[in-house]
């Protein structure tokens, strides 16, 4: 009975056992399915669409797991091939060690960019419980030898490779974590290595950037309680890496800027200190503290922006800022440009196009910066041209702080120095020039006018096709606008007043003296067009237009001004080919120029004189009318008289009316050597007519010949102006005379002059030939022959030689009536006189103007001088 009951009781325990082992049993079961289930809930609820792996064991203290592959619902894949976890315990679960021998993440595009959920990358990187979170997860060390990532970019699809690395370090007055990234970017390397240092009073980030083992940048930065980060980011000498931002150009937007062509030695230094009032939130809360800021940017070598030119210098700036109220303590621009490429400069010609630019702009220091202030600042700029010429612009400038860039200023002085410039048919010396301007500008144009008059001054500028040169000019400039398009191809346009003085307009056939010159001037399109007034002292002035283009082409139009003569003679004493014994007394003078040049040399001048009187040489004249039109194209001149007209001439015996239409050809570098073509040349003489018949004169011949064809001339008339004692009588005379002009000296051969018919009278009573009469009975019959002869025919050979002798050999045939029954009588005569001489006696003997009789009377002098 006893066995029995220790039995019982024996078989009672083991099934009480059996009982709770199966309750436990169902108890684990019932807690993996629920794991599972709390599992499976976590990794929906994380967004886990799969989770597989392979090679799943617990090794040497860590989980080993041969191949893990994760999707995500948002179409994140994540592979993982031959990892090793090792759990820890520091201050709760940790992990110690994670390795893996390969990573291979596929990132799919965004859908919604609101995914992201607003995060600031910026104000993660400015939160001091952000690493301190990340320092406290991170694992003793970490390494993942391969990394290939499939990212989304510009260009769809980018691969990314690299390895990264992490290693843990206890340290006696906190922690440090090191890494480092390496990436492999088509072949360059680029090495990140950052240090994170905690303590009790802060955290310290520094990382050092390596691209292909060369250092390119370092950061350090440090935040303390939450509220205070502090730190510098320093590029000391950037290398020479374009593939780097055509890299990135794949995965973000550059900007305009061609920063992928940012040259090497390019240096950065930037210092932050920011204090804010709360713990942030946005990055608006770290700017809305004590805030400073300190950066310097300085590019040694060209940095080359398009439709810019080559860039270099040093920025640097100093900010601060106290609950949003912002400072400019300090700051500095100092830029030079070369090889400038700005569309409206590629217009202007070569030597006024800046080969180089320097700009120094300094803000004014503790100015305020708000959204509706301006920026105030010092500008210096200089732009330098060919040949040591200089533009500069100084003054103070204001830009708005909000909106797109403006530049304005209302004190500016702008200066011009060239001490020599060459143009396209243009060159000046020596000029100078100073302007105080008003300026505006924006990224479409720079508008320049003026707040008070400029002044331009230059030594010498010429018109070297045209031989013209205008010396000494100093100038003011009243006003002034100028604006120049910073985009698109619209080129420099600029127009203004000029007034001043020029102490000579230098030509060949100009008499150097003072010019007083007043116009408006535009520069548009290439091209510089001009209309004023230019006069000289001497009382001559021209109206005129002018345009100068930038090929070298020129043109002038001009209206003279009527000249009244009897207040002097502007013409005399401007021009230097004025004929010396040329003297105008009365009557007006009136005219127009049409110059142009650049390719060829054209000029007309169509001056119209009215009433002149005046004297040439020993000649006086009265009436002259005539159009006088100068024609100059390329080498070949032109001078045409189409309608001369002169009431009166007088050089001893009364010509007049004198007619003509005449035209000189000639090359310009021989004006002497031309053409006389005499289409009609007529004077009215002794009651008759003197004609030249048309001819054509070379004046390049050593010989030069014309015809004088006599009509009408009347001996009575002759008589009156050459009285001779006891010759008077009538007739009327026609003859030829062949004129030949050799040397300067005026020869007539085998001229021909005879009475028209029916004749006329001749009668000589001169006490002289009554004296030789009584002596000599041929006389004695001679003389009662002349004291009335009736002649039927008169003729005459008319010679003219070289020394001024006229010799005539008169025939004469008829009779006197009274004497001898009225018998028939042929006489044949020769006389001799000189002409210049008997001139010069007519001119004495009547009553001539006190300047023809000195002209006479030093004619005279200088005849007897060189007579034998």
């Not at 340290?171 to 970017?185: H, I, N, T």
């Not at 003011?476 to 604006?483: A, E, K, M, V």
């Amino acid at each position: 009975m006893l066995t029995c009951e220790r039995f019982d009781t024996f078989g009672g325990r083991m099934r009480r056992r059996s009982s709770i082992l199966l309750l436990i049993f169902l108890l684990l079961t019932l807690l993996v399915l629920l794991a599972r289930l709390w599992g499976q809930q976590q990794l929906q609820a994380a967004g886990v669409q799969q989770l597989d792996w392979q090679g799943v064991g617990w090794r040497k203290g860590a989980l080993q797991v041969d191949e893990l592959h994760l999707q995500m619902q948002d179409g994140l894949r994540l592979t993982v091939q031959q990892a090793r976890l090792q759990p820890g315990w520091r201050d709760g679960p940790r992990l110690r060690t994670l390795q893996a021998d390969s990573l291979q993440l596929h990132l799919p595009a965004a859908q919604d960019s609101s995914q992201n959920g607003g995060l600031d990358p910026l104000l993660l990187l400015g939160d001091e419980q952000f690493w301190r979170r990340l320092a406290d997860w991170a694992p003793d060390s970490a390494r993942i030898a391969q990394i290939n990532a499939s990212l989304p970019c510009r260009d769809a699809r980018c691969e990314l490779a690299g390895a990264w690395q992490l290693r843990r370090a206890e340290q006696v007055d906190g922690l440090m974590l090191s890494s480092a990234l390496q990436l492999d970017l088509d072949g360059q390397q680029l090495n990140v290595q950052p240090q994170l240092r905690l303590n009790t009073e802060g955290v310290a980030l520094d990382a050092d950037l390596q691209i292909d083992q060369v250092a390119a940048a370092r950061l350090n930065s440090q935040w303390r309680d939450g509220q205070h980060w502090q730190g510098s980011l320093q590029i000391p000498d950037w290398p020479q890496t374009p593939w780097l931002f055509g890299y990135l150009g794949r995965w973000m937007a550059l900007g305009a800027l061609p920063i992928e062509q940012i040259p090497a030695a390019a240096q950065l230094h930037l210092d932050w200190q920011l204090d804010a009032a709360r713990v942030p939130e946005a990055l608006d809360d770290w700017l809305a503290g004590d805030v400073q800021l300190q950066g310097q940017l300085t590019l040694p070598q060209p940095w080359a922006v398009d439709q810019l030119g080559e860039v270099s210098g040093e920025l640097s700036l100093q900010l601060q800022g106290t609950a949003g109220d912002w400072q400019l303590t300090q700051g500095s621009l100092q830029a030079q440009l070369q090889a400038l490429t700005l569309p409206a400069l590629q217009a202007l010609p070569a030597a006024l196009r800046p080969q180089q630019l320097q700009l120094q702009l300094t803000p004014q220091a503790g100015q305020r910066l708000q959204a509706d202030t301006l920026l105030k600042a010092d500008l210096q700029a200089e732009a330098r041209l060919p040949k040591e010429a200089t533009v500069a612009l100084a003054g103070p400038v204001s830009a708005p702080l909000s909106g797109d860039w403006q530049l304005v200023s209302d004190a500016l002085q702008l200066s011009v120095t060239a001490p020599q410039l060459d143009l396209p048919a243009l060159r000046a010396r020596g000029v100078s020039g100073l302007w105080p301007l008003r300026v505006q500008a924006d990224a479409a144009a720079l508008q320049a006018a003026l707040t008070a008059s400029g002044s331009l001054r230059w030594q010498q500028l010429q018109l070297a096709d045209a031989g013209l040169g205008l010396r000494d000019a100093s100038l003011t400039q009243p006003t002034l606008q100028l604006t120049l398009p910073l985009t698109g191809d619209a080129g420099l346009s600029a127009s203004g007043r000029l007034e001043g003085s020029l102490a000579a307009i230098e030509h060949a056939q100009l008499k150097a003296q003072r010019w007083d010159l007043a116009g408006d001037w535009r520069w548009q399109q290439s091209q510089l067009s001009w209309r004023g007034k230019l006069s000289n002292v001497a009382g001559l002035a021209l109206t005129h237009d002018a345009s100068w283009s930038a090929a070298g082409d020129w043109r002038v139009s001009g209206e003279l001004a009527p000249l009244f003569m009897l207040a002097g003679n502007p013409l005399a004493d401007t021009l230097a080919a004025w004929p010396e014994l040329l003297a105008f007394a009365s009557g007006q003078v009136s005219g127009s120029l049409q110059a142009s040049g650049g390719r060829q040399l054209r000029v007309r001048s169509d001056l119209s004189l009215s009433g002149i009187k005046g004297i040439y040489d020993r000649t006086a004249f009265s009436g002259l009318d005539s159009p006088l039109q100068l024609q100059l194209k390329g080498e070949q001149l032109t001078v045409s008289v189409p309608s001369l007209q002169l009431v009166q001439a007088n050089p001893g015996i009364e010509l007049g009316p004198v007619r003509g239409q005449l035209s000189y050809h000639a090359a310009l570098a021989q004006p002497a050597s031309g053409r006389l073509e005499v289409s009609e040349l007529r004077t009215g003489l002794l009651g008759g007519e003197v004609r030249v018949l048309p001819t054509t004169v070379n004046l390049a011949e050593p010989e030069q010949r014309a015809e004088l064809q006599l009509q009408g001339l009347e001996l009575g008339r002759l008589f009156e102006v050459y009285p001779t004692e006891g010759l008077s009588g009538g007739g009327t005379l026609d003859g030829r005379l062949p004129v030949l002009l050799r040397d300067g000296q005026l020869l007539i051969d085998e001229g021909s002059v005879a009475a028209r018919e029916p004749g006329g009278v001749l009668r000589y009573r001169s006490d002289k030939l009554q004296r030789l009469a009584a002596a000599n009975p041929s006389m004695r019959e001679l003389a009662g022959v002349l004291e009335d002869f009736h002649y039927t025919v008169l003729s005459s050979q008319v010679d003219y030689g070289e020394n001024g002798n006229m010799i005539l050999g008169l025939r004469l045939q008829g009779n006197n009536p009274d004497f001898q029954q009225g018998r028939q009588v042929n006489l044949n005569v020769t006389l001799e006189e000189n002409i210049p001489a008997l001139l010069a006696s007519l001119q004495l003997s009547g009553k001539v103007s006190e300047i023809i009789q000195q002209r006479v009377q030093q004619h005279l002098i200088k005849q007897r001088a060189q007579q034998p």
